[in-house]
């Protein structure tokens, strides 16, 4: 990658993020921590406000705004299929909004580039068996969650059939076994509890915030499942 193209890159993603680390930018594009300051210093005399805060890292100044993202054909063409990945493994808001999305990427692309997507949206499909077609309600209020820690009322169905009522704190969302799973404390068991996402019955946000203090973080608790994701 030459110099011009690695400024772009980390431009983009440091507008990407709310902070990036130094070491997060040289690990990406495989460079020395030196160069990534020498990098930013260079993007800074170009005139964009790049600015640091200790232990969080790199970020644009509110109130900049970047001229429209230039894409690489490849880009645009893994957009595409990302769109169709979408359609079967994600709620029907979810994929909404990823549409509405890509709509906006489509926006700024060369006239060129956008015949060349038509033409291979019109001859791209992608096929699974019907019985793996899974309604993924609930994702954008367990996102909200999350972000937000706050609580969530949760009525359960087992593998038994049998429901229960639950309050819970998420933690996070995994996607295993062609599934999404909540990974949440559960305050009727008072232990973290992995939900199906499909065996929701209902869910909704109480407005309260966690009660628990010092949840573990998810990459915690997957370490210690004997499960080969």
Not at 13 to 35: C, G, L, M, V, Y
Request: proline share 3%; aromatic share 10%.
């Amino acid at each position: 990658m030459n110099r011009i193209d690695r400024l772009f890159g980390i431009l983009t993603i440091i507008q990407s993020r709310k902070f990036i680390p130094a070491e997060r930018i040289a690990d990406r594009f495989e460079i020395s921590i030196r160069t990534v300051y020498r990098d930013v210093r260079a993007l800074c005399e170009l005139g964009i406000p790049i600015s640091f805060e200790k232990n969080k890292g790199y970020f644009i100044v509110n109130g900049y705004f970047l001229p429209p993202i230039s894409f690489t054909n490849e880009e645009a063409r893994s957009l595409l299929l990302i769109e169709a990945i979408t359609s079967l493994f994600a709620d029907q808001s979810t994929i909404s909004h990823f549409s509405s999305a890509l709509s906006k990427v489509k926006a700024v692309l060369k006239s060129s580039q956008k015949e060349g997507l038509d033409t291979l949206n019109r001859n791209m499909h992608v096929q699974f068996p019907r019985d793996m077609k899974i309604q993924f309600n609930h994702l954008p209020t367990i996102q909200q969650a999350i972000i937000t820690k706050t609580v969530l009322d949760l009525e359960y169905q087992n593998n038994k059939g049998e429901s229960s009522k639950r309050q819970v704190e998420s933690i996070g969302l995994v996607f295993y076994a062609l599934n999404w799973h909540l990974i949440a404390w559960c305050h009727l068991r008072q232990g973290y509890r992995d939900f199906k996402i499909p065996h929701m019955l209902s869910l909704k946000l109480t407005g309260a915030s966690f009660r628990k203090n010092n949840h573990i973080e998810l990459g915690g608790y997957l370490s210690q499942i004997p499960v080969n994701y």
